[in-house]
């Protein structure tokens, strides 16, 4: 008897070791999925609805968690604004939220930008391209943390000899993307489009026109669906484009829109269709400096 009662014993704790165990090992094949799912999505970048398709315009950084922007150094306080001084007249404090590649993202560090920055000025973009210089008005007083980060980002190099990585050239949804800086060498890679910074921001200076959210000219920032994931990556609308108003509006082209528009044009090779849509660029767009100045 005590061994029919051992033996059941056994049993039962041989098949909840067993259930345990494959628990674990879907739980863990899930969480693989996830951050596969979510590395597919970032690299064609973020929801968004035209035409009754779906599209994505995001920054492939963030997992699925929806969080609010933490402070720098988020061991010192719980409160983001904490340990930040007040800002003075004329400028602003920004938040910037450590990044890594936890999400399934790739992670370029380059630091954090200042805390404190100007809103006020203006300061213009420039790109010198394979193709010609892609210059951009940058309003601080609408942008001002965006704005800096492109400062940051520029004096870090960033994006110095990185390709755009993705067109979209439909109706209503003219876009030329970049911001990548693992997007570099000869041809494309399906990573292209996963990467960003060491931080995100919250997104600033969203669009109040709703049948024209997006004009010819705009330079907005790409993120991932999830509010303050704004990274390094942005869209230049050749055209007029319908997206929700999700997305920061950096500024506007001063120069350089007709070489985004033939790029555009020439099509791309729909290694996103059917969804998100688009593709790699034919025209091949290589950014060889980023530089940001005082207007």
Known sequence: MEETVSSTKDRQRAAARARLEKEMAERAS????RRQRQAIIGSALAVVVIAGAAFFVVQAMKDDKTTEAAAPDSSASADPAANVPPAGPGTVNCVWTPADESGGGKVKDVGLPPVNVPNTGKSTLT?????????????????????????????KKFLDNTKCHRLVNKDGFKVLQCGDPFATGEGYRDTDGTGGPSYTMVEENLPTDEKKPYPAGSI?????????????????????????????????????????????KAGDDGAFEPSPGGGRPKTEVLIKTMTLAAA
């Not at 790109?127 to 004096?155: M, Q, R, V, Y």
């Open 220 to 264: 907005a920032m790409a993120n991932t669906g999830q509010p303050g994931s704004t990274g390094s990556q942005f869209f230049i609308c050749s055209e007029d484009t319908v997206l929700p108003a999700n997305y920061t509006l950096l500024g506007t082209i001063n120069k350089g829109l007709d070489i985004v528009r033939n790029v555009v």
């Open 30 to 33: 899930a969480a693989r999925k």
């Open 127 to 155: 790109f010198e391209t394979n193709l010609g210089a892609i210059s951009a008005d940058i309003d601080l007083s609408k942008a001002p943390c965006t704005g800096a980060s492109f400062k940051h980002l520029a004096e």
